[in-house]
């Protein structure tokens, strides 16, 4: 059972384009982001509003009211830009989309107005993109359940997720589905659908692009919107997780709540960021493992188990079997989760090993750079 945007969500969604939000939505845009395939940055936009306002309002109007617009304006430059020093490997790239800057204003209006329905459809679970809740969130839950756990002298698993090329699988189809079954509406799904559906593609080699080609599946990076479809894929597996300690076929790990009741914690997500508590039982793994096939199968976003790790909290027999069941390694604590330590206790010095690295890699940057003794203190400040 999914959540529902309220009743009168879908009126308030696809209500006429006003130019005030309009702007508001160029404001909140960067203006010093790399151009499109138009060449025109949205500063651009903000300096001469004046003069274009009128053509810019009239394609939104005939967006509002035909629900589509030019297929030029959703021509999409992609950029490769390296994960790591030394890439070698095309999948050692991460490709960012350089959307036409009247597109990204178009989408940037629509994501406005879906991200104020995302509590409403997001469960507790997913800490991305939804407001009032932050990346530290995640990592402090995730830290209490393992302390928790410890405490107790009770064993445990903590499965940590990796998804593969997670934005570029996304299925069309099934994001359609479940914006429908979360009670959007029709005109808003056609809105989304067109946005994506008509995107055409070219590659800069050296800084010059190499024909077009069409997409059939994925959300692009880059483009406003794409995170918070992506969170309602997620929210699949979130429901599919909670499903299943509902069914008792998962554990979860319990803390303590307010008023001193107790609450289970199956799965905590950031974006595509997942971690699964289960028990230490070999039939509590294959059912996770088929939960992740079943959403590979309706989503398209399939979990890397060879990258995967399994976490042991206390003494666990028969480790390497259990690890073999999932298909995944076995990790040690403290490991890392989203740039924070997980599993560390609180007195070690291991604690602090993320923190000097950052400082580390920042300093190096700075090396690079010929700063006065003054420019020094002002960059610490």
């Known amino acids: 059972q999914f959540g529902s945007i309220p009743e009168e969500g879908s009126t308030v969604l696809e209500h006429a384009f006003s130019e005030e939000e309009v702007v508001a939505a160029l404001k909140s845009c960067k203006g010093d982001k790399a151009p499109g395939p138009d060449g025109f940055s949205l500063a651009f936009f903000h300096h001469c509003w004046e003069v274009i306002k009128e053509d810019i309002l009239a394609v939104f109007h005939h967006f509002h009211e035909n629900g589509s617009f030019e297929r030029s304006l959703n021509v999409t430059f992609i950029a490769l830009v390296p994960k790591k020093m030394g890439a070698n490997d095309i999948r050692d790239y991460r490709p960012i989309s350089l959307v036409e800057g009247v597109y990204k204003l178009i989408a940037k209006v629509l994501s406005n107005n879906m991200k104020t329905m995302l509590p409403f459809i997001i469960s507790a679970n997913q800490n991305a993109f939804v407001g009032g809740r932050q990346i530290l969130d995640a990592a402090l839950v995730a830290n209490k359940c393992i302390d928790e756990r410890r405490k107790k002298s009770s064993a445990g698993l903590v499965c940590k997720l990796d998804i593969q090329k997670a934005y570029d699988h996304v299925n069309w189809q099934f994001l359609i589905y479940l914006l429908r079954r979360m009670g959007f509406g029709e005109k808003w799904c056609k ?20 024909g077009f080609f069409n997409a059939s599946r994925g959300l692009r990076q880059g483009d406003p919107l794409s995170p918070f479809l992506f969170v309602v894929v997620m929210e699949a597996l979130s429901r599919l997780l909670s499903r299943a300690v509902e069914s008792g076929m998962l554990e979860g790990f319990e803390v303590a709540g307010r008023g001193g009741t107790g609450l289970t914690i199956s799965h905590l997500l950031f974006a ?10 070999e039939r509590q793994l294959r059912y996770l493992r088929c939960v992740l096939m079943c959403f590979e199968a309706v989503s398209g976003l399939k979990v890397n188990l060879s990258k995967c790790e399994l976490l042991p909290v206390g003494e666990i027999r028969d480790l390497d079997f259990l690890s073999w069941t999932l298909g995944c390694k076995i990790g040690t604590f403290p490991a890392v989760y989203l740039g924070l ?35 020094k203190i002002t960059l610490i400040k």
């Open 191 to 210: 809105w989304i659908e067109w946005c994506y559906s008509i995107a055409s593609f070219s590659v800069l080699v050296n800084g010059t692009s190499r």
């Open 272 to 281: 595509d960021d997942a971690i699964v508590f289960c028990g230490p039982v």
């Open 341 to 375: 330590p997980l599993g560390a206790y609180s007195k070690s010095k291991s604690i602090w090993d993320v923190v000097i690295e950052r400082f580390q890699r920042r300093l190096m940057g700075w090396k690079s750079n010929y700063l006065s003794k003054e420019g």
